[in-house]
């Protein structure tokens, strides 16, 4: 095996471990945090959700969509034709496409939110509505990279 596909390979399970690691554990203890009901914790939960989606769940998700492709078309020219790579691709996206359409947007409400209540101050019926919709969302999302990540182990044909 090339040196240098060896070294993507590496990065690439970096990136994952980063990538499935940091949305498995914010999805966690954001859940936990406003679960206590307590405004100054929900409104800091919330606050780090942000923090670390930034600073890992997209440092993982680049690095494993960069070294994915490198690794891919090292094989093959047409992404597609190898079934489980194009089964990967396309659970990423859609996990990617959860995050960026609903997940995100939730969440920058929900911290909008939190900055009025994070002097405990009440937390508004909306943060809970819109709560309810990011758990639900980001249990999908999350589901998804769990069900990618069989596709790259077991490559099934």
């Avoid at 690095?63 to 396309?90: C, H, N, Q």
């Avoid at 496409?97 to 409400?109: C, R």
Wanted: aromatic share 18%; hydrophobic share 55%; with cysteine.
């Amino acid at each position: 095996m090339d040196v240098n596909y060896t070294l993507l390979k590496l990065l690439h399970v970096v990136g994952g471990t980063i990538f499935i690691g940091n949305i498995i554990v914010t999805a966690f203890w954001k859940t936990m945090a406003d679960r206590t009901r307590e405004p100054k914790i929900a409104a800091f939960g919330q606050r780090l959700v942000n923090w670390t989606d930034f600073a890992f769940t997209s440092v993982g998700a680049f690095t494993l969509l960069i070294t994915g492709l490198m690794m891919t078309y090292s094989f093959t020219e047409d992404l597609w034709e190898v079934a489980w790579v194009a089964w990967g691709l396309k659970l990423f996206l859609a996990s990617g496409f959860l995050w960026a359409v609903i997940l995100f947007p939730v969440q920058v409400k929900q911290a909008w939110l939190a900055r009025n209540f994070s002097e405990g101050e009440e937390i508004p019926v909306l943060y809970w509505r819109l709560g309810r919709i990011w758990l639900s969302v980001c249990f999908v999302a999350v589901l998804l990279p769990l069900i990618n990540l069989y596709f790259m182990v077991y490559k099934p044909t």
